[in-house]
């Protein structure tokens, strides 16, 4: 839906009516405050239960906030010092600054439940239906609602892995998202684990893959196939995974079947909201 202004009302353009946004008014800001917003503000309410309301079925509720330091698909280590030919720093830094580019998400909500249907057995309830419904509109320009199958390949021994490396998948075209899917389950997932870099550096990993929507139209979410979210307890070692050839031959074979232009990935910083999952298992196939 659209952002809520100050009054209530709906802004089609943020971009157009900063002065108005509900949430932050000044751009300078607009970001830091949504994402202090997120966590402090919007994340409690979720994890609040009404009297009547029962969120019992919500057995995770993690929120994954990307930043903009970490390694993402636009961007992406190893970070070397811009150097001449003399192999000195460069002198005009002022007209050599890379262009920033941004990712299509600022974050992702990652709320697991049993079955489908208790979804909508907790989100059919006023608590959800109305005023957090309400609270997204004044906090987000813009919320997709895929419904995904989840496999966990390798569970956390912990579940409080800081950081994850947010992987969104778009098949190839001449692949249907029924193959895509399995290609990525089987094979794929086989050689991601079969890599010494994955246990050196992966705490966790798990892929979600796209079963339908809870709102339509859905223009952004239904065209996404599936997610991998791997996850990290430093940025330090994201950015030393990715620069492995392990991880180089784990994109050597993404190329065959994922859409790498209309893909990307990005790291997100980590807050749990809800856990009821302890201990996590790895999912049975």
């Known amino acids: 839906g659209s952002t809520k202004g100050r009054h209530g009302q709906a802004i089609e353009n943020p971009d157009a009516e900063p002065a108005e946004i509900a949430l932050e008014a000044d751009p300078n800001l607009a970001y830091e405050r949504w994402d202090e917003y997120w966590r402090k503000v919007h994340g409690p309410k979720f994890s609040y239960e009404e009297p009547g309301t029962d969120n019992e079925p919500v057995l995770r509720y993690d929120q994954v906030h990307r930043f903009a330091g970490g390694p993402s698909s636009y961007f992406r280590p190893p970070y070397k010092a811009m150097v001449d030919a003399d192999k000195k720093l460069v002198s005009n830094p002022y007209a050599q600054v890379?262009?920033?580019?941004?990712?299509?998400?600022d974050g992702f909500a990652y709320i697991a439940y049993a079955a489908e249907?208790?979804?909508q057995q907790v989100l059919k309830q006023p608590q959800y239906d109305k005023r957090i419904i309400a609270d997204e509109q004044t906090a987000f320009r813009l919320v997709t609602r895929e419904i995904a199958r989840e496999y966990i390949l390798l569970p956390s021994p912990q579940h409080r892995d800081p950081l994850s490396l947010v992987k969104i998948h778009y098949r190839r075209p001449e692949l249907s998202r029924e193959a895509f899917q399995q290609r990525l389950l089987d094979h794929h997932a086989a050689l991601v684990i079969a890599q010494p870099a994955t246990h050196t550096y992966v705490r966790r990993y798990a892929q979600l893959h796209n079963i339908g929507s809870t709102q339509q139209p859905d223009p952004e979410g239904s065209p996404i196939d599936a997610i991998s979210v791997l996850s990290f307890a430093s940025v330090n070692d994201v950015e030393d995974y990715l620069a492995t050839d392990?991880?180089?031959?784990i994109e050597a074979d993404e190329a065959t079947f994922i859409d790498l232009d209309r893909s990307e990935f990005w790291t997100g910083l980590n807050y749990s909201v809800i856990n009821r999952l302890l201990p996590e298992l790895a999912t049975r196939r």
């Open 98 to 105: 890379p262009p920033y580019q941004r990712p299509r998400f």
């Open 246 to 249: 392990d991880y180089q031959a």
């Open 117 to 119: 249907a208790d979804i």
